[in-house]
């Protein structure tokens, strides 16, 4: 007796969801039934907005808590932006030709409408969410990508399941793919801890070679925004799988989606594959390039400085030099400057080096002094291109000076070939001495 109450009571719940749920599906194509039945043009609905979403009603949308974090959308002047941010509500205008939706706008704030245009009036969360994602399931082309925003913006409505399963339906046009897995990564944290299905599912996208490459790269950069860097252990497992092998794709998109994160297990990561060394080139340079982003330290230019000797790539060398320079500093420009003169060095790389060390803001005066301390044709041949590609004062009168009286005559006259493109005059001057000699 006990147990058929106790399964009696279990089954009026399962058919207490069902019947709400059936509920919900009839609320929401009954929504899709009032578009579809409206008159010719345009048709809108409003819905309640998820807190922190604001707008002016007419040109931009801010959607997150403040002006500092949230994420405007739409365009604004001077003007407009002087215009109240309202909270809500949400408005959708559907443009229709022949009773088929063919575009959206999305609207929050102040309501209103248009001449011509049918309004809906207010329509529960649940329904506008539905209607508007059956939108994105079967839509196509911007129909679909323009559904997901609005759906978004809804207030109380978690549609995390909706938007992995538009994700990872490979029959969809690949925008909208990417645009719900895009929102995927700004809603999953909302309520709290990232829920595990979405960082499995968008591995699940990573990991399918099958799939296309820009939603895969997609579904790695959500791995690494997701909210309280619930992505960044998976990306390091999909980073280490392939370093040194022959398919490196995936190892070298899931470093530049760490590089993209100042979460300090990444930056590790990051360091420990510079640190190991025998990975492929390729992924070297994107591990070195990812090291010297926004976040690099003077802990990591020590490391890059320290490992470029054993590196034997030309490419994560050259990106050893470029990460260097841009974090510049006294220690660094130095450093590019030894690689200059270090005569045992690739020449290709000493060239690259000198260009760099220009950029970092090594002085023009020290950058000439290097010719007298040259002893490589080639490198001095570099030297001159440089500094007639400078123009600096200092540059062409050492220039004017090599051309008089360098011992090599090979030097001279390409010196003079250089200097003949300037358009200083005392360079006119000198040409003009030679050909009177």
């Not at 207490?16 to 043009?41: E, N, P, Y």
């Not at 365009?75 to 407009?80: A, L, N, P």
């Not at 100042?262 to 080139?281: K, N, Y």
Request: proline share 4%.
């Amino acid at each position: 007796m006990m147990t058929d109450r106790i399964l009696g009571a279990r089954g009026a719940l399962v058919l207490g969801a069902l019947s709400l749920g059936s509920a919900a599906s009839a609320s929401a194509q009954a929504l899709a039934r009032r578009v579809s039945s409206a008159a010719d043009g345009r048709v809108q609905f409003s819905f309640p907005a998820r807190e922190g979403v604001c707008g002016n009603g007419r040109s931009y949308i801010q959607t997150g808590p403040n002006s500092y974090s949230g994420t405007w959308v739409g365009s604004f002047d001077d003007t407009r932006r002087m215009d109240p941010c309202v909270a809500g509500p949400v408005r959708v205008v559907l443009d229709r030709a022949d009773r088929s939706v063919i575009s959206i706008k999305t609207y929050v704030g102040p309501p209103s409408a248009e001449p011509g245009t049918t309004d809906l009036g207010t329509v529960r969360s649940e329904d506008a969410v539905d209607y508007l994602l059956s939108l994105a399931r079967d839509g196509e082309g911007r129909v679909g990508r323009e559904a997901i925003m609005p759906a978004m913006l809804a207030d109380g409505v978690d549609a995390s399941d909706e938007l992995l399963a538009i994700g990872r339906d490979a029959s969809r046009p690949r925008e909208t793919r990417r645009s719900a897995l895009s929102w995927l990564g700004q809603t999953a944290g909302m309520e709290g801890a990232v829920p595990s299905r979405v960082s499995t599912a968008l591995l699940q996208i990573a990991r399918d070679e099958t799939d296309n490459m820009e939603v895969r790269r997609s579904a790695l950069g959500v791995l690494s925004r997701l909210d309280h860097g619930a992505g960044i252990p998976p990306l390091i497992e999909l980073a280490r799988a392939n370093l040194s092998g022959d398919r490196t794709w995936l190892s070298k998109e899931a470093l530049s989606a760490l590089a993209r994160s100042g979460d300090p297990r990444a930056r590790d990561f990051l360091r420990s594959v510079i640190q190991r060394g025998d990975a492929a080139d390729d992924v070297m340079y994107t591990a070195i390039r990812g090291l010297g982003t926004e976040y690099a330290t003077g802990r990591d230019a020590d490391l890059l400085r320290q490992v470029y000797p054993k590196l034997a790539g030309e490419k994560s060398r050259d990106a050893v030099l470029s990460v260097i320079a841009e974090i510049g500093g006294t220690e660094n420009t130095r450093w590019l400057l030894g690689v200059v003169r270090d005569e045992s060095a690739p020449i290709a790389m000493r060239r690259r080096a000198l260009q760099y060390a220009s950029r970092a803001g090594v002085p023009i005066a020290d950058l000439v002094r290097l010719y007298d301390t040259t002893t490589d044709p080639q490198m001095k041949e570099a030297l001159i291109g440089f500094y007639a590609q400078s123009g600096d004062k200092l540059a062409v009168d050492k220039l004017l000076t090599i051309a008089r009286s360098d011992e090599n005559p090979g030097i001279r006259r390409r010196t003079i070939a250089q200097l003949s493109r300037s358009e200083d005059p005392r360079v006119k001057e000198f040409l003009k001495e030679l050909i009177e000699r």
